[in-house]
Every structure is written in structure tokens, then in C-alpha cells.
């Protein structure tokens, strides 16, 4: 039975070696695949009998099996493209993905929106990724990666904030005059108001200075553009009144006045909050952030206003921590959703199911949803793939090896298959 043994050795030789072939081969074929992970055979050997029993040694080995395949888990090269949906892992994380069989995990970041505005892998699979509200603000709520293909809302405009310099050296006394109300101020400068349909009105803050440290401040808007206005004149629509300290910041701020009752059947009485800075005694600030009353040229430093009109996108793109941007005609920006990231206590153990997808697997854990750069799920690069983590030379080292291990073993059957000739040849 010893030669006969040896039979059976050689062949488990040239089963586990083929097999060792085979995962080399599907190595090489996958040198170009994205995020693919290169793995190895890991041989196991078999034992036959015991010469001596329980008191060990003298074994005899009955050849060779495959224990387990497992990926190499090493990181693989980033490299940039041009594809504004493309993105790439660095460290652990996986991508999560839903289709009809349902969640699966990938490495290949290598996605496009469908034609129904979902962003789905090169075989239909939808990524997940966490939600964003109404504000653009991202919410711990994992769903479908989608963009809006409707109008996004207008907004009417509920707050401007200005930071200027009123110059303390004009002398005080100036009347205004809305007839003339650029030839009886002493500063004028223009903001954008936007009413609830998304309609942009240009209004006009004119500043007369009517003591040491105090300001009237008026908002006019043309008379065509609010309800009981007349045409080519000016109607007011906003009042204000600013004083400053002694050096110059920004003391006191109170509205008096404000009748923002747009036409074309926008909302009237709209309220819009207008804010000239961190104010000492109205806001119990510091006077340091916004107006001041300085000797130097009265000039609108910055200005923003919270308000839009309705628009569609234009274009879209992520940022390396996975949140989705889009940008709309009307200027406005918004975040319309974040990538989540999955990550596994065992990741060696995820089940490949074909088109570099991987399903969690009992060994593998369940995956641990979570942002990027959080908890080690690694971090994200926009327009960017993750190569293969083969290379190439060697694994053609591994195949000449596996090869001459495939010959080595088919010459212990060869040899055998000689000396059961010279067994058979005894009886003659």
C-alpha cells in the first residue's frame, strides 16, 4: 500500500498546485481591474496515519491540500482621472451597495448616475450614502446617492448682513430728499433682495449722517417694484437709525421701519432682518465684526443676503470626504448627499459575488456603516480610482514556482507508476 500511497500524494500535489495555478491566473487577469485585490493559495498538508499513535513523530504524510485563498488586503495605487464621479478609497473602508439582491460591498469607485439621477456601479447597483435636508445639511439617515432633476424652490430673503465704513469726517446736517436721494445723501450703495417667488429686486441704502455718531439709513427700491409705488421713482421700504462710540464701533442698530409688499403677487409684509454687525448695545457684542464709523471713505466692505431664485443644476461634483455638491443657475450651491463607508472586523472573510462586488459573510462581521476619516474607514479622493494591488512580476515568479511544483509532483507518478511496473514484473 506504501507505493499506492504515493499515488494518491502525487495527485493531491497536482490538484492543490492547479488550484494554486488557477489563483495566480485569475491574479494576472485581474491586473488592470479596479480595486481588485490580489490573493494566494495557502497550502495545508495532510496527514495519514500515526507509525507510533498517541506518542507522536513517525507520521506519514498523504500529500497536500488548499486551506484557504485569501485576498491581500494592501492598499493600491490612487490615481487621478477626469471623471467627476470616479472615487477612491485610502484605507479599510468598502462602498455600500443596494441592488434587487440586496446590500453588497466594492472597492471600485468607478460610478455614474443613472437616467433616473441615481449614482449606481457599472452594474446597476445603487450607492448608499447619508441624506441631506431641505437645507442642504447631511442627516445620519442612509439612503439612495440621488440628484434632483426638478426646479430647487426660491427663496425669499430673510436676512442681510452688512459690513461698511461710514466716513466720520462728512459734516452733519444734510437733508434728504427722496426726489433726489443720490444728490441729498452723503453715502449710497446697492444690495439684492430677493421676494418669495424668487424675483431679484435691487434695493438702494442711502446714509445721511444727522449728528456725531448718528445715522439715518433708508432702503429704496424703484416704485414699479412694490405695491402703491409710481414708476421711475423711488419708494422706501426699509428705515434705519446707527450710532457708534467714541472710537468708532458700531453701538446701536434699530429698524424702524419695513414694508417689503413686493408686486406680482409675491408674500407681503415679507420680514427681512437686516444686521450691520455685532452691535454693543442692541446685540451685547463686542462692536468688532461689521459697521464702523472710521476717518476714511464711506465704502460697503462685504455683503450677503440669504435669499435665491428658483434654478437647475448645472454641474456637480464630490469633495474627499464623499459629500455630494451641486450647483444651480441662480448661483446657490448645495449639498445633496455624503458616501457612507462600511467597515469589517474580518475583511478577509467578505464573499466575492462577481462584478467586484462582496457580500458580508458570517466570519467576515457585519459592516459598521459610518463618514469617511471616521473610525478608520479610511479616506475618499474625488475623481479618483483605486488600480489593482497585483503585480505583475510576482506573481509570474508564483507561476513558474506553482509550475515546477505542478512537474515535480507529476514525477512522483511517473516514478510510482515505474515501480508498480517492477512490482507487476516480480511475478515473471
Known amino acids: 500500500m506504501g507505493v499506492l500511497s504515493s499515488l494518491y500524494t502525487g495527485v493531491s500535489g497536482l490538484t492543490a498546485q492547479g488550484e494554486a495555478l488557477g489563483v495566480i491566473g ?12 490580489a490573493s494566494r493559495a495557502e497550502f495545508q498538508d495532510i496527514i495519514s496515519k500515526n507509525l507510533k499513535g498517541i506518542l507522536g513523530g513517525n507520521q506519514i504524510g498523504r500529500g497536500v491540500k488548499i486551506g484557504a485563498v485569501n485576498p491581500i488586503l494592501t492598499q493600491g495605487n490612487v490615481d487621478a482621472t477626469d471623471k467627476s464621479t470616479d472615487l477612491a478609497i485610502s484605507g479599510d473602508g468598502y462602498f455600500v451597495l443596494r441592488g434587487t439582491d440586496g446590500e453588497s460591498y466594492t472597492r471600485d469607485g468607478s460610478f455614474h448616475f443613472d437616467r433616473e439621477g441615481y449614482l449606481v456601479s457599472n452594474d446597476g447597483q445603487r450607492v448608499q450614502g447619508f441624506e ?16 434632483p432633476r426638478a426646479l430647487i424652490p426660491a427663496k425669499g430673503t430673510t436676512e442681510i448682513v452688512l459690513d461698511l465704513n461710514l ?4 459734516e452733519a446736517g444734510k437733508v434728504f430728499n427722496p426726489e433726489d436721494p443720490y444728490g441729498t445723501s452723503h453715502y449710497s450703495t446697492g444690495v439684492e433682495v430677493f421676494d418669495s417667488q424668487g424675483n431679484k429686486h435691487l434695493m438702494t441704502l442711502f446714509f445721511n449722517k444727522s449728528s456725531d455718531r448718528n445715522w439715518d439709513v433708508r432702503g429704496m427700491v424703484d416704485g414699479k417694484e412694490v405695491v402703491g409705488g409710481k414708476e421711475g421713482k423711488m419708494s422706501e421700504v426699509m428705515a434705519a437709525k446707527l450710532t457708534f462710540t467714541v472710537d468708532g464701533k458700531l453701538d446701536t442698530e434699530t429698524v424702524s421701519k419695513q414694508a417689503f409688499n413686493f408686486t406680482g403677487g409675491a408674500l407681503q409684509n415679507q420680514q427681512i432682518k437686516i444686521d450691520f454687525g455685532d452691535s454693543i448695545t442692541t446685540d451685547k457684542g463686542k462692536g468688532l465684526n461689521g459697521s464702523k464709523q472710521y476717518g476714511k471713505e464711506s465704502d460697503l ?21 464623499g459629500v455630494l455638491t451641486a450647483l444651480y443657475t441662480n448661483g446657490q450651491a448645495q449639498d445633496l448627499g455624503q458616501i457612507s463607508l462600511a467597515k ?8 466575492k459575488v462577481g462584478n467586484n462586488r462582496l457580500k458580508e459573510s458570517r466570519d467576515s462581521g457585519a459592516g459598521a456603516v459610518g463618514k469617511a476619516r471616521h473610525a478608520g474607514r479610511g479616506q475618499l479622493f474625488a475623481k479618483s480610482l483605486e488600480r489593482s ?4 512580476a510576482t506573481e509570474f515568479v508564483n507561476l513558474i514556482q506553482n509550475q515546477r511544483g505542478f512537474q515535480a509532483n507529476a514525477k512522483t507518478i511517473t516514478t510510482t507508476d515505474e515501480l508498480l511496473n517492477e512490482v507487476i514484473q516480480l511475478k515473471r
Open 301 to 321: 466692505i462685504s455683503w450677503r443676503q440669504d435669499g435665491a431664485a428658483a434654478g437647475t443644476i448645472t454641474n456637480m461634483s464630490f469633495n474627499d470626504e
Open 389 to 392: 494591488t497585483v503585480d505583475l
Open 132 to 147: 441631506a435636508n431641505e437645507k442642504g445639511q447631511i442627516v445620519n439617515k442612509v439612503g439612495d446617492i440621488k440628484f
Open 26 to 37: 485569475d491574479n494576472i487577469a485581474n491586473a488592470n481591474t479596479t480595486g481588485f485585490k
Open 344 to 351: 469589517f472586523e474580518n475583511p478577509e472573510a467578505l464573499f
Open 167 to 170: 466716513d466720520s469726517r462728512v
